[in-house]
Structure formats: structure tokens, C-alpha cells
């Protein structure tokens, strides 16, 4: 669909959001950390937000819930992708050559406008024609051997052949001399008059359009080779060939996003469990699916990772050889017991409340920041740790830094709320 009715429909989704909230302008940007003028300009359509924390904050501000959180979701997701700019117009076929050669006049030593005539424009244009033999051969004949019409000149005797395409070789030879013809040809020893001579020149043409044909065909298979790499081995689709992967097919759109429900989500969805996520293969697009989306996106490197599935992420989904195998939540409690040995049913406790045990897990913050892995490490403590998203996502890693935290006030400060719903109990020994 055009920008214009993905922007629209985004704009009229936040519109109706702040005009329940009864916040004016100033009021909503300064609750969601942006200015009046921004939200103006999302509101009326005029531009969409580069990043959907500044639209989850506003979301939040107004009251959203959940499910309007993701209508809007998916509709700033679509409104961002028409945003993106259009593929750069091909440049027109070239239909006359360009440049010194097409405004120069042709010489008249070059071969003549016979050969022009023929079929090899294109071959013309790529590689100039070699001067024909005759013109050499003419001059190396005797003064006396030149024809002596009122349009012909005594010198440079080339200068007959763009008359004698004209005239034609017949008309040339019956307005020779006697014995002219015969000494032209046994000067060049090619014919430098009649039908043969015609017959060289387009010989000679056609030499040169062979030999301009072949180099093309060794060259295109290279060319072809380097280009096409975009096959069923990943990426797009050769040329002329219909791409038939189901994320690339008519039936979905050019974003699968959050709120969606049908076999495009479907196929998301198995594409991420053949890579090893547990996810279940249901075609709805929840939150499960998003942070399952956004954790691939990491993994693989794809920038920013929003959870969104963009081009890039669907032929990614196709090609990446990322792996998304984890721990299984038995692992994740015996290698915390191991690193907490001070306060081991805590520490387990605490991850349980934060992630499920499941080191994949991705939560957003209503500010725009996320918090990531077993022990849900937010952005902010993660740049303390001099961290990243894809270390957070290993839950080795993850582990240790939670280890690290803890060690700095020996407690889980940095887990208040966790922290608070657990109540210390004895548990069996293992």
C-alpha cells in the first residue's frame, strides 16, 4: 500500500489515543520524553517516529491497552517500512550512441557508410570499426589510375569511398578508365570495387559483431554468477525467476508484525523453530513471537532488532545459519546454584520471576529500552557491564554478570520487584 495510507492510518491510531487521553500536546510529549512539535507532526500524519519506543511511551502515556498496544505496533511497523525510499529508476536505454564518437565526423579514411547500413549499430557503438585495407591500397596506386570524374579529386584518393557509396560499385566502374579496375584490384588484392568489395566490408562487419557476441557471452555467466547468489540458497530470487518462499510470495505483506494472525506468522514461526527456538507454531504473532523474532534478529546480526519482519529479516529466516538452541530451564537452575553459592534458592528464585528460566527472553520497557536474558539485564546496567544484547542472550554470560551485580551490595537491588515477591523458604537439598 502507499505511504501516504500506511502513515495515515498510523497517525489516526495515535490521534484517537491522545484525544481519549484528553492531554494536549505539551502535556503527552512531556510524559513520554519528546516535544509538543513531534507529537503534533505524528498526529496529523506529517512524519512517523524513527524507533517505536517514542510510539510505546506515547501509547502508554494515553492509557493504551495491551491490545491497542499492538495495533499500533503493527501499524507503525507498516508506516515505517513505506517510509523506506523507493528503488532508484533505471536509468532509460541508451537509443543512439554518446559522447566524442557520436558527434565527430566519421573519417573518410574509415570504412565506408555501407557498413553502417548494416544491421551492427551495437556492435559499432562498443568497439570502432578498423579502417578498410582499399583507402591504403588507393594511395599506393599511380596518379594515373584515379578515375577522373568532375566529383572525384586527385588526392587523397580515399575520398571516393563515401561517393562510391553513393554511387554504388557498378556505376564506379563503368565510369573508370580502362584497365583502372583491373589495376586498383591487383593493387589491394582484395577488390577494391564492385560486389566483392561490398561483400568484404560486410564480412568484416560481421566478424566484428561475432566477435563482440562471444565476449558478451563469456562475460554474462560472470556477471550472472556474482548477481544471482540471491537464490533458493537464500537470498532473493534470480533473475526472471518468481521467488516461491512463502515470506516472499503475494500472500504476505512486505512486514509480518505484531497482532497478525495467518500462515505468513505460521511460517515465521517455523522457520524460527527449525533454527532450534522453542516457540509454538500457532500463526499468531503475540509476544511470544516477538521476542523470538527480536532474539533471531540479534543473533543474526540484523540491525535494529525490533521484532519487526522486515526483507531483511525474512531472508535471513532463509539463509542465516543462526542458531537459536538454548538451555533447557534444569541447566539454567544447576549452573545458578553453582555461581550463587551465597544465596543459590534466591538467585534461582529471582530468575524464575524475571525470564522463566528462558535465556531468550526479551522484555520492552515503556521508556523504549529492553531488558535482557535469564536475569532480564537492562540496557543501562548492560553499558555498566560494557555488555551487549547478543552476550546478554548467553546465559553463561548472563549468569556471571547477574553474579556481578549482586556482588557489588551483596543483594539483588537491582531486582527490587522480584526480589520483594520472594519469601525465603528451607528447600530440599540436592
Not at 516477538?290 to 543473533?299: E, H, K, N, P, S
Request: hydrophobic share 35%.
Amino acid at each position: 500500500m502507499s505511504e501516504c495510507t500506511e502513515s495515515e492510518r498510523f497517525a489516526a491510531c495515535l490521534r484517537s489515543l491522545k484525544e481519549r487521553s484528553g492531554l494536549s500536546y505539551a502535556a503527552l510529549a512531556a510524559k513520554a520524553g519528546t516535544s509538543g512539535s513531534s507529537v503534533h507532526r505524528y498526529c496529523l500524519g506529517g512524519s512517523v517516529p524513527q524507533d517505536y519506543g517514542t510510539v510505546h511511551r506515547l501509547a502508554v502515556a494515553c492509557g493504551a491497552t495491551p491490545e491497542e498496544l499492538r495495533t499500533l505496533h503493527r501499524l507503525w511497523a507498516l508506516a515505517d517500512a513505506a517510509r523506506e525510499p523507493e528503488p532508484t529508476t533505471p536509468a532509460e536505454p541508451a537509443t543512439a550512441p554518446t559522447g566524442p564518437a557520436a558527434t565527430r565526423p566519421e573519417p573518410e579514411t574509415a570504412g565506408p557508410p555501407s557498413v553502417t547500413a548494416e544491421p551492427a549499430t551495437n556492435a559499432a557503438e562498443s568497439e570502432p570499426l578498423a579502417p578498410a585495407p582499399e583507402p591504403t591500397a588507393a594511395r599506393q596506386a599511380p596518379q594515373a589510375a584515379q578515375p577522373a570524374p568532375e566529383t572525384s579529386r586527385p588526392e587523397p584518393a580515399p575520398e571516393e569511398d563515401p561517393e562510391a557509396g553513393r554511387q554504388g560499385p557498378d556505376t564506379r566502374a563503368r565510369e573508370a578508365p580502362h584497365g583502372t579496375v583491373d589495376t586498383a584490384v591487383a593493387a589491394s588484392g582484395t577488390g577494391a570495387v564492385g560486389p566483392g568489395r561490398r561483400r568484404g566490408r560486410v564480412a568484416l562487419a560481421v566478424g566484428l559483431v561475432v566477435l563482440f557476441l562471444g565476449g558478451m557471452a563469456w562475460t554474462l555467466p560472470s556477471l550472472g554468477s556474482a548477481e544471482d547468489g540471491d537464490g533458493p540458497d537464500g537470498n532473493a530470487a534470480a533473475p526472471g525467476k518468481k521467488d516461491s518462499r512463502t515470506l516472499f510470495t503475494s500472500a504476505c505483506r512486505e512486514v509480518v508484525a505484531m497482532g497478525q494472525h495467518d500462515t505468513c506468522v505460521r511460517e515465521v514461526q517455523r522457520l524460527l523453530e527449525s533454527k532450534g527456538a522453542v516457540i509454538g507454531v500457532d500463526g499468531d504473532f503475540g509476544p511470544q513471537t516477538l521476542r523470538r523474532v527480536t532474539a533471531f534478529q540479534v543473533i543474526a546480526g540484523i540491525e535494529p532488532p525490533n521484532g519487526v519482519v522486515g526483507d531483511t529479516t525474512k531472508r535471513a529466516l532463509y539463509a542465516s545459519e543462526a542458531r537459536m538452541s538454548t538451555w533447557t530451564p534444569d541447566k539454567v537452575r544447576k549452573r545458578i546454584r553453582e555461581v550463587f553459592t551465597e544465596e543459590p534458592d534466591r538467585a534461582v528464585a529471582i530468575a524464575d520471576c524475571q525470564s522463566f528460566l528462558d535465556p531468550l527472553h526479551i522484555l520492552p520497557n515503556t521508556n523504549g529500552t529492553r531488558n535482557w536474558g535469564l536475569f532480564q539485564i537492562s540496557d543501562a546496567r548492560l553499558r555498566d557491564l560494557k555488555g551487549t544484547p547478543r552476550q546478554a542472550l548467553d546465559p553463561e554470560w548472563n549468569i556471571r554478570a547477574a553474579k556481578r551485580l549482586w556482588s557489588e551490595d551483596r543483594d539483588f537491588h537491582d531486582w527490587p520487584h522480584c526480589d520483594r515477591a520472594f519469601s525465603p523458604s528451607p528447600s530440599p537439598s540436592r
